[in-house]
């Protein structure tokens, strides 16, 4: 229907005309595209063409590589240029559906008519390129949009604050082209407008934000001056949503100085990874590097199991013993002091034997006297660094010794013309003057590359087991744990699995001794869930990643692992941890995700939960299904998935572990389709009912959730964490059900929130 409102009909001509513009930059990227494709092809076919020649005729010729990397160069060029220009082509796409979310009208001083500036996903200028018609959400004005009520404002530029006048702030609804909704306000970012995107049904991706983005949501994007940055958020506050536009935001902002490769997000699994993957290609910008602290560890270990956050949550709920100081700072600094103590001599590096053709090269006892003789004043990381080169340098010396004997005379006989040949290199037998002179140039080239193996364990450091030294490290600890603790570790690694409390420090020790793991290339560290890290694993990924500013994340209520603690304490501990110069902390307390009836009850699981601000947005109170039987139960939640799946289109089971997760599948498999389980190892969410442990489900959403029991068979009263983040995954719809007597985790004020229901067979 058009409206006949005029201001609203010159906003739509507007938005025509600003379309009609789009339409016009569209055909020309891509055609430009276009151009840039043939080109890519063109050289890629020319690469092609090289690396053959190379490969078969004019192998090892100095020229011919440096042909092939110049080419390698512009094929790289190529696909870059045709990247920009397709993500480009994606953002134009984009915003021809919805141009702009914003009008702001600015008086600047000194000026007699207010400016209007239109604010959208990504910046855009008209064809002669004097004006802009649209403006980034990022651009240093577009600050004023999310902050300033009507009056005076100051927004920060590369030159310094700015002062001007705000005089109107317009909101607009515009899909696909035609403006659905538009009103003028003086608050932040209207109710109304959010009220709509958080009312729609969910899909298998998370969605921007930047139109409704909130004025403490917009602290923690813009933030450019803290190196360590604290979100406690409660649960659907917004902090996943937040940090993925301030990655948008500060790619934008040091366009020159910082691209999407040297930033890392820590993510809680696979899922998230994959449910978030869409924010940053939707505002136009290449996403960031992201890893789960099992894939972290897992690289780092290879060879060994590592037991995961997973693994812990489904195979033990208490602690073992000794396992808090393990997980502490100060066992980081205990690795320090045990270092101090091995400059100091009072400990020896565990050297272990390099050796070849089933012999020991070096010995071990060797080692240790190549490494007393070098100088003590060095620290121990250079003088083990000293002492590999001088090994080095002796196995080069040793080359014409090995030459001579006589595995390298048997050896060389076996081997085939072709491979003397190969052997040979540049070389051909004419080259030299006699057979005597052949031979034993062959000797050397051949014992030069069959003792590269023993050139390899030095330069990875074979010489020195880590294992062992922390094995020792552990039995010195000055604690009444230490021999249960090495014990431990001893067996779990007898069968090649490292439980998760021991890797930071183990990690951290194998660094520091032979001065790798650390990463300097990255300037941004995200870390969600940070209520899942232990100090110690802090501790080192500051050590880790030196140069990065660290932006963590976390809800200590959904704390599965570790004990809660107060968002102050937090920032204490993690400024300590992280050596913080400039930390700060912002609290997000509203929560937006769900209903105000399941965030009600949400908080009503909590000791503190009134902490929490729910967001006016309604829908159904959440129900309590109490069965008498367990074949009630079962016909209960039949009827309870298929009721939400009639209306909503994801819908999770979430349970405590995969143990339940795969029962449920059991009485539920030919009932409901399509139905998934879902294990640690997926990575992509399907739609339809899924059934999950929640440690799987963190971060996640979903519109409706069922939580299958919630009995005292199910739920102790320590388990309120557990019981919280499931029900803050819900949107729109929540269920309980209850084969039993109720768990004490479902207080008495959660009680009164829900619609309790008795069915009986
Ligand atoms: N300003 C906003 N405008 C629109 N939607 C928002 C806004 N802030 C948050 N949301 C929505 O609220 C939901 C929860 O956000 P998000 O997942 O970022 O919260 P979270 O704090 O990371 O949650 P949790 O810790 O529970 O996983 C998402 O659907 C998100 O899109």
Same mark, same amino acid.
């Given at each position: ?32 595209? &276009? ?15 090289? !690396? ?8 090892? $010729?100095?020229?011919?590589? +440096? ?56 910046? =855009? ?10 403006? @980034? ?26 002062? /001007? ?31 709509? &995107? ?10 921007? $934000? ?9 602290? $923690? ?18 902090? !996943? ?5 301030? $990655? ?12 999407? @490769? ?34 972290? =560890? ?11 956050? *997973? ?13 808090? *100081? #393990? ?34 090269? *070096? ?36 080359? &014409? ?7 390298? +005379? ?10 003397? !040949? ?12 006699? =057979? ?20 390899? +364990? ?25 021999? &249960? ?52 694993? #802090? ?24 004990? #809660? ?70 016909? @209960? ?10 209306? *909503? ?70 388990? /309120?964490?557990?019981?919280? !983040? ?23 004020? +959660? ?11």
């Amino acid at each position: 229907m058009k409206s006949t409102d005029p201001e609203r009909q010159a906003e739509q001509a507007r938005v025509d005309a600003v379309i009609a513009a789009i339409e016009d930059q569209i055909i020309r990227t891509k055609a430009a595209l &276009a151009k840039a494709h043939a080109e890519t092809r063109a050289v890629e076919k020319n690469y092609g063409a090289n !690396t053959s020649i190379n490969r078969y005729e004019i192998d090892d $010729i100095a020229e011919s590589r +440096a042909e092939i990397e110049q080419q390698r160069r512009l094929l790289f060029q190529a696909s870059e240029n045709e990247e920009i220009l397709k993500r480009q082509l994606a953002t134009l796409q984009e915003l021809k559906k919805s141009p702009y979310f914003g009008r702001i009208d600015i008086l600047d001083p000194g000026e007699r008519e207010p400016e209007s500036l239109y604010i959208g996903v990504a910046s =855009l200028m008209n064809s002669d390129k004097t004006d802009f018609l649209i403006y @980034d959400w990022r651009a240093p004005i577009s600050g004023v949009y999310y902050n300033g009520t009507l009056g005076t404002v100051t927004y920060p530029t590369p030159n310094g604050p700015q002062t /001007t006048k705000l005089v109107k702030k317009r909101q607009f609804t515009i899909v696909d082209g035609q403006i659905t909704n538009m009103f003028d306000t003086n608050e932040t970012v209207g109710d109304e407008m959010l009220q709509a &995107a958080l009312g729609q049904q969910n899909d298998q991706y998370m969605q921007s $934000i930047v139109a409704t983005i909130q004025q403490e949501q917009n602290d $923690i994007i813009r933030n450019t001056q803290s190196d360590l940055l604290v979100v406690q958020g409660v649960a659907g506050s917004g902090k !996943t949503s937040a940090i993925l536009q301030r $990655i948008a935001y500060l790619l934008f902002h040091a366009r020159d100085s910082l691209n999407a @490769d040297q930033i890392v997000l820590f993510s809680p699994n696979l899922l998230f990874s994959q449910y978030i993957s869409q924010v940053l290609p939707k505002l136009g910008e290449k996403n960031m590097r992201q890893v789960t602290l099992a894939g972290f =560890l897992r690289r780092r270990f290879e060879g060994l199991q590592v037991e995961t956050l *997973f693994d812990r949550y489904e195979t033990s709920h208490g602690h073992a013993n000794g396992r808090e *100081f #393990l997980e502490s700072a100060a066992m980081m600094q205990a690795v320090e002091a045990y270092l101090a103590k091995m400059a100091a001599g009072q400990v020896q590096p565990c050297f272990v034997p390099i050796r070849f053709n089933e012999e020991p090269f *070096f010995s071990a006892d060797h080692i240790a006297t190549v490494y007393a003789a070098q100088p003590t004043a060095l620290p121990v990381e250079q003088r083990l660094l000293a002492t590999k080169n001088a090994l080095i340098k002796e196995l080069k010396a040793r080359i &014409a010794t090995e030459a001579r004997q006589d595995w390298v +005379a048997k050896e060389l006989d076996a081997l085939t013309t072709q491979q003397i !040949t190969k052997l040979l290199g540049k070389h051909s037998v004419d080259d030299f003057a006699s =057979l005597e002179q052949l031979n034993a140039y062959l000797a050397r080239r051949w014992a030069k590359r069959r003792l590269r193996q023993v050139y390899d +364990a030095l330069y990875n450091n074979y010489f020195i087991d880590y294992y062992a030294q922390y094995h020792d490290l552990l039995a010195r600890l000055p604690i009444k744990d230490a021999a &249960a603790l090495t014990q431990r570790y001893d067996e779990q690694l007898e069968f090649h699995r490292l439980p998760l409390s021991y890797t930071a420090s183990l990690m951290y020790l194998r660094d520091l001794l032979s001065g790798s793991g650390v990463d300097r290339s990255f300037q941004y560290v995200f870390i969600d869930e940070m209520q899942d890290y232990s100090p110690a694993m #802090l501790y080192y990924l500051r050590h880790a990643f030196p140069l990065a500013k660290f932006t963590i994340l976390g809800d200590s209520e959904q704390a599965l692992f570790y004990p #809660l603690i107060t968002p102050a304490t937090l920032l204490a501990q993690t400024q300590e941890l992280l050596a913080a110069k400039h930390p700060k902390l912002v609290a997000l307390r509203r929560s937006y995700r769900s209903t105000k009836e399941i965030t009600d009850f949400a908080k009503a699981l909590l000791p503190d939960g009134d902490e929490i601000i729910s967001f006016t947005r309604h829908g159904a109170i959440p129900q309590l299904l109490i069965s008498q039987t367990p074949t009630q139960w079962h016909a @209960d939640l039949v009827t309870a998935v298929t009721a939400a799946q009639a209306d *909503f289109g994801t819908v999770a089971l979430l349970t405590r572990d995969q143990a339940q997760a795969a029962q449920l599948y059991q009485l539920l498999y030919e009932r409901v389709t399509p139905l998934t389980r879902l294990t640690a190892t997926d990575s992509t969410l399907p739609s339809g009912v899924v059934i999950l442990p929640t440690y799987l489900a963190k971060g996640l959403e979903f519109d409706a959730v069922i939580i299958p029991d919630v009995s005292t068979q199910a739920f102790t009263a320590q388990d /309120t964490g557990l019981l919280y !983040t499931m029900a803050s995954r819900a949107m729109h719809h929540l269920t309980l059900l209850c084969p039993g007597e109720l768990s004490s985790v479902v207080t008495p004020a +959660a009680r009164q929130l829900v619609q309790m229901k008795f069915t009986k067979a």
